[in-house]
């Protein structure tokens, strides 16, 4: 095959990018999104940044299990798109938004607990009061960023995402304004610090659900897909969804968690080792996110091809887009070896003089860690995302789970807290687990037992 073919034809090069340059303008606004929202609170108070992340991560690390499940509709909204079934999309959106609606509930009734929760994770009471109050406004607006994540696969899933990445460039607009008036309080708002900052968030997530209702609820579509006529529950349908959806919730809510539990351990060490390694983190993730889109076009492509019964071009998508990603991925990985202070100079900038160089030294270190595991985690991001695209949830569910105990929390935990090993220690295995993880998702898809998967 030619250059020029696998550039042009079905699933090739150009066929990936058009996909997924609009979700990884989404993801990548989402990333910067959450970047400023720590820079605003680094500049509010020391306080406020050091509450922000515990509370934070713990929100999300809850939050992951429904996100996961939620979104799990675009694979069958892609299967339905490809097979020719427009009327069966939108009761699938609904039974996405229903999960979406148990799903924040629940998360709801934890909000009356944060202030407990947070006296018995036992940090400082000047951090604990404000951790408490971030987690309980978070909570209360839990519905809509799971509920953005199923309804916004009525775009995704059928290959249309520019919609969704005007969607979410609004709301990153939105709140980094809302961010900037309710944290500081300026022009008349009131000055609310943290508090300001799990609102802005809440309301952007509102404003974006509002958004693609409007924009799925037209008559045009609802003629077409059922977006309102489709409404009514549908038990095997929300069977089939919590079936392959659980799975892979499960699965994210567990990668989450098992890195959530490595910073903890990492903040037994020491405050230069933790923020070391939150400094490497989120460096990594501004990298990391449009490789999160090109997964996710990877999966649309893989359920579109597998619906319409051609899971040769399935194979050619996800190959496509892992040679996309190791290039993109190869060049970033090099940057962090040739000039880390490139972007651990952000960090720097509001530091007092000489109080920032022990950290800047580590964090030099972690990047290189960081520019290893992340060449591995194309493997790990690209076909994971594609047998998930066919329906291989339990698959990535079992690994995730076996992996991330065996390699990465357990032996973290023996070396940190049992044998007193020391930082770089504990980074071999956050990078042995992301190699093993890539390479396991790799055999998985060459087996080519997702090839006679089916959703729908």
């Known amino acids: 095959m030619t250059f020029y073919s696998r550039w042009n034809d079905r699933g090739g090069f150009a066929e990936v990018l058009r996909l997924a340059a609009p979700l990884i303008l989404s993801t990548g606004s989402l990333a910067v999104q959450e970047f400023i929202d720590r820079m605003f609170l680094s500049w509010y108070s020391p306080q406020a940044i050091a509450a922000s992340m515990p509370s934070g991560i713990l929100y999300f690390t809850i939050l992951s299990l429904f996100l996961g499940t939620a979104s799990y509709v675009n694979t069958f909204v892609a299967q339905y798109h490809g097979a020719a079934q427009p009327g069966r999309i939108g009761p699938a959106l609904w039974q996405g938004f229903y999960v979406s609606l148990a799903g924040g509930l629940l998360i709801v009734l934890l909000a009356p607990l944060s202030t407990p929760l947070f006296n018995w994770i036992g940090h400082p009471p000047e951090v604990r009061l404000l951790e408490a109050r971030y987690f309980r406004v978070l909570c209360y607006g839990s519905i809509f960023p799971i509920a953005n994540s199923a309804v916004s696969s009525f775009f995704t899933g059928r290959g249309k995402p520019w919609p969704v990445m005007w969607v979410h460039m609004l709301a990153t607009a939105l709140n980094i304004v809302l961010n900037y008036l309710l944290i500081f309080g300026r022009y008349g708002f009131p000055e609310l610090g943290i508090t300001g900052a799990a609102i802005s968030t809440v309301l952007s997530g509102v404003v974006s659900f509002l958004v693609f209702c409007v924009l799925i609820l037209r008559r045009k579509h609802n003629q077409l897909y059922a977006t309102a006529s489709g409404w009514r529950p549908n038990p095997e349908l929300m069977a089939r969804i919590l079936r392959f959806g659980i799975p892979s919730g499960v699965q994210f809510f567990i990668d989450i968690f098992g890195f959530t539990v490595f910073i903890l351990l990492i903040g037994r060490i020491g405050m230069v080792e933790l923020a070391a390694t939150n400094i490497a983190f989120n460096i990594n993730s501004l990298a990391f996110m449009p490789m999160i889109g090109l997964g996710m076009a990877v999966s649309i492509l893989v359920g579109q091809y597998v619906g319409e019964g051609r899971v040769e071009l399935a194979s050619r998508s996800t190959y496509s887009g892992f040679a996309i990603c190791i290039i993109y991925m190869g060049i970033i990985a090099l940057s962090y070896l040739l000039v880390p202070d490139f972007y651990i100079g952000f960090f720097a900038a509001k530091s007092a003089p000489g109080t920032f160089e022990d950290i800047r030294r580590t964090a030099v270190v972690l ?35 076996i992996m991330s105990t065996g390699i990465l929390v357990v032996p973290t935990f023996l070396s940190l807290i049992v044998f007193r090993a020391g930082i770089y220690t504990a980074w071999i295995f956050v990078t042995a687990y992301v190699i093993v993880l890539g390479f396991g998702f790799l055999l998985r898809f060459l087996q080519g037992k997702w090839k006679s998967m089916r959703v729908i």
């Open 367 to 401: 990047l290189r860690f960081v520019a290893v595991y992340s060449i591995f985690d194309t493997m790990n991001i690209v076909f994971a995302s594609g047998i998930k695209g066919a329906g291989d949830t339990r698959f990535v569910m079992i690994m995730i789970l």
